[in-house]
């Protein structure tokens, strides 16, 4: 089983442009959800994707946007690059987004870097 | 809101000895889990050990465990015969039951094992 894989590894931007990050869930499971790590924090979560639709948005602008295929997978897109999007940017997948008893999985996340 | 708040930037232990790392959060809800997650070089987010907001036992997990204060809302993770592997960030994270496999995390500790 080759768990959570995000691609790619690490990213530079310029600002204004477009970003577009990758993630394949664990094997099994149908939720997706993405967070931002900024340098020296924790994550912040963005939102999370189940059956295609996103089920809960954090404290995060329109630029960022997402995606689930029919295979789970997802993406992640942010528009209009700021320096202050530069972070870590991790996915999670999970089984049944409101089945608490069931244990999330991490990517080693997308280094995106905005110059 | 919910706040996660991690007030030990970083720690450090020598091998084989034991260390607690600290926590506290906020919250109105009552039916929440918590838990501890390491974060070592590789970037990716391990689960390192849960608990489950109505179980008074306290959690343990092999070497590591938690003192689960609900009324003081406190969740410390006590590190038993550390070894130099235990090296890594570590984040206290919370998640409602409401909302489902979304977490709020804390700004993370880190940990140095040293030999």
């Known amino acids: 089983d080759a768990g959570v894989t995000q691609s790619p590894t690490h990213l530079i931007k310029t600002r204004g442009q477009q970003v577009t990050l990758r993630c394949s869930p664990k094997?099994?499971?149908?939720?997706v959800s993405w967070y931002q790590q900024a340098l020296g924090q924790g994550p912040q979560f963005i939102f999370q994707?189940?059956?295609?639709?996103?089920?809960q948005r954090g404290n995060f602008p329109d630029r960022f946007s997402g995606h689930q295929f029919p295979n789970y997978s997802s993406e992640l897109n942010v528009n209009a690059l700021l320096l202050g999007d530069s972070a870590l940017y991790l996915c999670?997948?999970?089984?049944?987004?409101?089945?608490?008893?069931?244990?999330?999985?991490f990517g080693q996340g997308t280094r995106l870097t905005v110059v | 809101a919910q706040t996660v708040t991690q007030s030990q930037p970083e720690m450090s232990v020598q091998e084989a000895e034991t260390v607690t790392l600290s926590c506290t959060y906020d919250?109105?809800?009552?039916?929440?889990?918590l838990f501890w997650y390491k974060q070592p070089p590789s970037r990716q987010m391990i689960l390192v050990i849960r608990?489950?907001?109505?179980?008074?036992q306290n959690a343990t997990e092999n070497r590591f465990s938690v003192n689960f204060q609900k009324a003081a809302k406190s969740f410390s993770l006590k590190i038993s015969d550390s070894q130099l592997g235990d090296t890594a960030m570590y984040f206290c994270?919370?998640?409602?039951?409401?909302?489902?496999?979304?977490?709020?995390f804390g700004t993370g500790t880190s940990l140095t094992v040293i030999p």
């Open positions: 999670a997948s999970s089984l049944v987004f409101w089945q608490t008893n069931t244990e999330a999985f």
């Open positions: 994707y189940y059956e295609e639709e996103e089920r």
């Open positions: 608990q489950e907001a109505y179980k008074q």
């Open positions: 994270a919370f998640m409602k039951q409401s909302t489902g496999n979304q977490f709020y």
């Open positions: 094997s099994g499971h149908d939720t």
């Open positions: 919250t109105s809800e009552n039916n929440y889990y």
